[in-house]
């Protein structure tokens, strides 16, 4: 038996531990439970990403949830009465809901594995992506190889899904402003004359350097949007029929709410880069975070606007809720511009993904004029976008089909994988329940893709089916 002697120069009676260490007198073995990566990483004060992240120009947490609310207020809210019209009132509700949870925890999610990817790699920011790979290299011996594969399906998805919604943005701006103007003139307008004139806006917006001076036009999407939708609710809640006239419960279509839903709803292109360029990246996680803030006010606004339109129209509810408002009168008219400039003042943060899956590939090859560079290559992938558009004016349902196949397997399938990976050397928690709550999103995932893409074939067979001549 040993005495320990401690700082103070005073001799103890050796302790049930210290009996089994050797007695030297510097008491350097010391029994410590295991700590996470990154409270071992700040205890030895080694790194600490969120303090030694570097931004030119960082956004605040009010800014970052400015962004979050117009990447998930799309286009895609109009078509929820019509997937209410799917499921019936009262199963809407609930399974809005469970869409949101499954939406915003994929994301959470993703942000989570990144965030201790950060300190395994010791990287301050990283894209979707960078953290696919980054799971996959320090995963497993068997997914190790996989690495390069998971980081090109998903900048490949990523590009053709947002360069895609660049192009199906030019046309819904175009095909609104179309309408307006053929109404009020009395003169038919080709589609693709204000396509082609939406260029050079398009251009000027795709300009801001960055997402932080891109805020403010975040903020005046939320505002055209939000003046739009009470417009709508203006026509919504005038002389609603009884609640008995309208489903409640039907389960026969609602494999298409979920994959309508679910479309509208996913912004996980975007997450990483608000991520990425937040000034206090830990405040995006959390009850209380950017995340579960900006999704709570989303989901509350798709079951009012679903409720209420299905409430009004019913069976004839259109697949765009703009689609059974009156023409002939001027509030209604007032919603397609509203939503036209909220559409063309989103396009900047779709177009933002684009542009950082590009331009991170080939910054290392322009370090002579990289601002230069920088700018014409925006200034290319906009007009490739417009030439799309005018070249096929029809290309929302294609872009439906690749929605329909990109956004399940990126915003479901893929951050259950990386997950999984990330948590295989700290195990998946009691029960292995990681395990089986990543089994059902998976599932959900599988039925997103496969009811999504079949719902967008038909609507291609519509938009190119031969229609018969008039007799």
Not at 133 to 144: I, L, N, S, Y
Not at 208 to 222: F, R
Not at 440 to 453: D, H, M, T
Request: aromatic letters at 12%.
């Amino acid at each position: 038996m040993v005495n320990v002697v401690p700082d103070n120069g005073v001799k103890h009676a050796p302790q049930e531990m210290e009996q089994f260490l050797p007695g030297d007198g510097t008491n350097k073995y010391k029994i410590q439970p295991r700590k996470a990566d990154a409270e071992q990483a700040l205890a030895n004060n080694d790194f600490d990403p969120f303090a030694m992240r570097d931004n030119e120009h960082p956004t605040t947490d009010r800014e970052t949830l400015t962004h979050l609310l117009k990447a998930s207020l799309g286009t895609g809210i109009l078509g929820m009465p019509f997937a209410f019209m799917c499921s019936g009132l009262v199963m809407g509700i609930f399974a809005t809901i469970l869409t949101a949870f499954i939406c915003t925890h994929c994301s959470y999610v993703l942000v989570k594995c990144g965030h201790k990817l950060y300190y395994k790699t010791r990287r301050t920011k990283m894209t979707f992506a960078e953290i696919a790979e980054a799971a996959f290299q320090k995963g497993p011996k068997w997914c190790r190889p996989l690495a390069p594969v998971a980081k090109f399906s998903i900048l490949f998805g990523m590009f053709l899904t947002y360069f895609g919604t660049c192009s199906v943005y030019t046309v819904i701006v175009a095909k609104n402003f179309e309408q307006v103007v053929s109404h009020w003139t009395g003169t038919p307008v080709d589609a693709r004359v204000i396509i082609c004139i939406l260029l050079v806006p398009l251009i000027l917006i795709a300009w801001v350097p960055n997402l932080k001076y891109l805020a403010p036009v975040s903020m005046v999407a939320n505002v055209f949007m939000g003046l739009g939708l009470l417009l709508t609710f203006y026509y919504l809640v005038q002389e609603l029929p009884p609640i008995e006239q309208r489903s409640l419960f039907t389960l026969s279509t609602l494999p298409a709410f979920f994959s309508i839903t679910i479309f509208a709803m996913e912004a996980i292109g975007v997450v990483m880069p608000l991520e990425n360029n937040m000034k206090t990246p830990q405040n995006f996680l959390g009850i209380c975070g950017v995340l579960s803030k900006g999704m709570s006010g989303v989901t509350l606004i798709y079951i009012m606007l679903g409720f209420l339109g299905y409430m009004k129209y019913g069976n004839i509810t259109g697949e765009s809720i703009t689609l059974n408002l009156p023409t002939d009168e001027w509030p209604a008219q007032a919603v397609k511009i509203l939503i036209a400039l909220a559409v063309y003042c989103t396009f900047g943060l779709q177009f933002y993904v684009c542009l950082e899956i590009v331009w991170d590939g080939i910054k290392d090859r322009c370090t002579k004029r990289p601002i230069f560079v920088n700018y014409v290559l925006r200034t290319v992938l906009v007009t490739g976008a417009v030439v799309l558009a005018v070249s096929v004016p029809t290309i929302a349902p294609f872009m439906g089909l690749i929605g329909a196949f990109c956004f399940s397997i990126l915003g479901l399938i893929f951050p259950v994988i990386i997950e999984l990976i990330v948590h295989c050397d700290t195990g998946f928690g009691p029960g292995n329940w990681i395990v089986w709550k990543n089994i059902v999103i998976a599932i959900c995932g599988v039925c997103a893709l496969v009811f999504g893409s079949l719902s967008a074939i038909k609507d291609i067979m519509k938009v190119y089916a031969v229609k018969p001549e008039s007799q």
